[in-house]
DNA sequence: TAGTTACTGTGAATTATGTAACGTTGTGAA
DNA sequence: TTCACAACGTTACATAATTCACAGTAACTA
């Protein structure tokens, strides 16, 4: 049987449709997305007004055809021969992973990783905001630290709700981490980013991302002795 | 510790294969098996001697079959009955994952990230010694942080190179981030961890690893509305 | 205006990664 | 001893991610 191309086209739409939550983009792609917004940016600021995928995938050490395939994801089109306005592309790409009405973040563990963390984020991001840091350390509360006071972590549901936080950080130690990570939950945080060293448990509908540094540590220092083993035995 | 029959057989099977090099174990594996060894000990310290896949499944947030799999590439074989062996799993792991003579790491900048960074991994790692840290602040140098003194970096190559330093961690600002990689390389790193917000480029051989806190927090705040946006849809 | 060129957009092919299935095996019970 | 069974090791399969390849096209040239 001979179909035609429209008859294809049609069917392959239908079934789009008819599938999960239809373009549901890959976490892998929207992680590079945000990279390409600040690749972006920082090409704006040294005057640059257009870009084409092989530049932008050589800024962000990816292939051109990902670049592209990628971009489509957000639904933005360039000009073969200017290749992609960096002004439109960088909106294009904060409608989708910017919320109109910006996010607002909690931390949780103002630690040394903690503090690294709040003094990073500090102003950085309109649309991310972090709104409240928590410990239960009475040394560390109720006292200005980088520009934000630490609550005791018997205030963290109340506040949470009043200031509407969706996103929280968690830099406890590994023990405390899930009950925190509990708490959070129930207080309606939807997205988590973990830096303790255990998976967190969490209900389906809320998002967690882990930064293990440990494990990445151990990778690198593998793949240091792997990858330098190959070279040798090419030469 | 005392070994049985089977695990010296096991031992017998990894030396083969690590000879050979061809199938290489995926950096994802790796970093499996970094976090099952973690979760080992820590079953170990609750006095535990034996687990099952679907147990270590389950701590660790994966399917049984991926940890079958990802313990099948280091060689190791367990009982049917009574699973894996604890001791002889952690042992197995350190084979593939560690240098038997273990490697020197050191890390460049000692701001606020990684000063705690330099505070977690003191002491914490017998095979993975961090044994330098830099920093081109006169105010930071020649002074001991977190029981580590940063050194100029107008030293790096020099002391990287006496002190056979495999493994770099760049916590610098993204401006300096590529010079210091650059660095880092010419003395004789081959893996790199790098913070800073920017892929690095390094000649074949090299691996870097990236960790981005920013990348990882809008990940974390997109999927905090979309996977939501999900649920309310099948209620 | 027609030709040239270099880039985009996208289906198809390829590769990586994860899951399911199933024969195998050691252990404990009858 | 033999059987039943639960969990392993391995292969085959399924899905996700990436790259390839090329048609289509906007600018630029003469
Ligand atoms: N710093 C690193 O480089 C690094 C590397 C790998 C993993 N980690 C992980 O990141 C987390 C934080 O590391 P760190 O170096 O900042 O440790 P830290 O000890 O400096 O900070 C932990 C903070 O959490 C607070 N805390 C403890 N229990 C709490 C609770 N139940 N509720 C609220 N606050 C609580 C403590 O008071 C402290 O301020 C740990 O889980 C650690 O394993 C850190
Ligand atoms: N802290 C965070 O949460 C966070 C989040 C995302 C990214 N990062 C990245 O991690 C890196 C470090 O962050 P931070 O918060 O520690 O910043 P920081 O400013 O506190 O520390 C940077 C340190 O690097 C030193 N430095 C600058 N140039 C140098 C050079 N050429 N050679 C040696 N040392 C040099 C500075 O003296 C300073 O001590 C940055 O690239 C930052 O973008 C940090």
Redesign the interface.
């Known amino acids: 049987m001979v179909l035609s191309i429209a008859a294809v086209k049609n069917l392959e739409l239908t079934l789009e449709d008819v599938g999960k939550?239809e373009n549901?983009i890959s976490?892998k792609s929207?992680?590079r997305l945000?990279?390409y917004r600040?690749?972006l940016i920082s090409l704006k600021t040294r005057g640059e007004e257009n870009v084409h995928s092989h530049k932008l995938a050589s800024?962000?050490?990816v292939s051109p055809a990902q670049v592209r395939r990628d971009i489509m994801a957000v639904g933005y089109s360039g000009s073969p021969a200017r290749g992609y306005s960096i002004d439109e592309l960088v909106e294009c790409i904060g409608r989708?992973?910017d919320?109109p009405e910006g996010?607002n973040?909690a931390l949780v563990g103002v630690?040394?990783?903690g503090?690294?963390?709040l003094?990073?984020?500090r102003g950085r991001?309109p649309k991310?905001r972090v709104r409240a840091a928590f410990d239960n350390d009475i040394n560390k509360t109720n006292r200005v630290l980088h520009g934000y006071r630490a609550h005791p972590v018997t205030q963290l549901a109340e506040i949470i709700k009043r200031e509407k936080i969706?996103?929280g950080?968690v830099c406890v130690p590994k023990e405390a981490a899930q009950d925190v990570a509990n708490n959070l939950v129930d207080a309606g945080?939807?997205?988590?980013?973990n830096f303790a060293?255990?998976?967190l448990?969490v209900p389906?509908?809320?998002?967690?991302?882990d930064?293990?540094?440990?494990?990445?540590?151990?990778?690198?220092?593998?793949?240091?002795?792997?990858?330098?083993?190959?070279?040798e035995?090419t030469e």
Chains 1, 2 share one sequence.
């Open positions: 939550g549901m976490a929207i992680g945000s990279l600040r690749l800024l962000g050490g989708i992973i919320h996010q973040v630690g040394h990783l503090r690294a963390v003094n990073y984020f991001r991310l969706t996103v950080i945080c939807r997205g988590i980013l060293p255990i998976p448990r389906p509908g809320v998002y967690v991302e930064i293990d540094i440990t494990m990445s540590l151990e990778k690198v220092a593998y793949f240091a002795r792997e990858t330098a083993k190959e070279e035995k």
